[in-house]
């Protein structure tokens, strides 16, 4: 069984920073292109970051220059670090797992207010 562990969310004030974590478990990690995503209230879910493999990373366009995705293979572990932050950038975000099937954590709430 498939399990992804988010932590690290929190409040933070604008301009600072947050670094997320996602323990997996129940995957062959090293096969899988990890994730987060985020979903702000009223607004649909939208990619923040992935990584493959072989470390190919994405970003979406609003955390370019600001989020910064790693891996961590020996520890099943994927890490968003977030510096920047500004308001617009609150929402829970979710962990993913993909290969065959794509998988979701649980979702960790990201408050960035003054």
């Known amino acids: 069984q498939v399990h992804l562990v988010e932590s690290g969310g929190g409040l933070v004030q604008p301009v600072g920073s947050l670094r997320l974590s996602c323990e997996a478990s129940?995957?062959?990690?090293?096969?899988?292109?990890m994730g987060w995503y985020r979903q702000a209230p009223g607004k649909e879910r939208e990619m923040v970051a992935t990584?493959?493999?072989?470390?190919?990373?994405m970003y979406g366009d609003s955390v370019k220059g600001r989020f910064s995705i790693s891996r961590d293979n020996a520890k099943n572990t994927v890490f968003l670090q977030m510096d920047s932050l500004n308001p617009e950038d609150t929402a829970v975000y979710y962990c993913?797992?993909?290969?065959?099937?794509?998988?979701w954590g649980q979702g960790t709430q990201v408050t960035v207010s003054s």
């Open positions: 993913s797992a993909r290969y065959n099937n794509h998988d």
């Open positions: 990584i493959g493999p072989h470390n190919r990373k």
């Open positions: 129940g995957i062959m990690f090293n096969s899988h292109t």
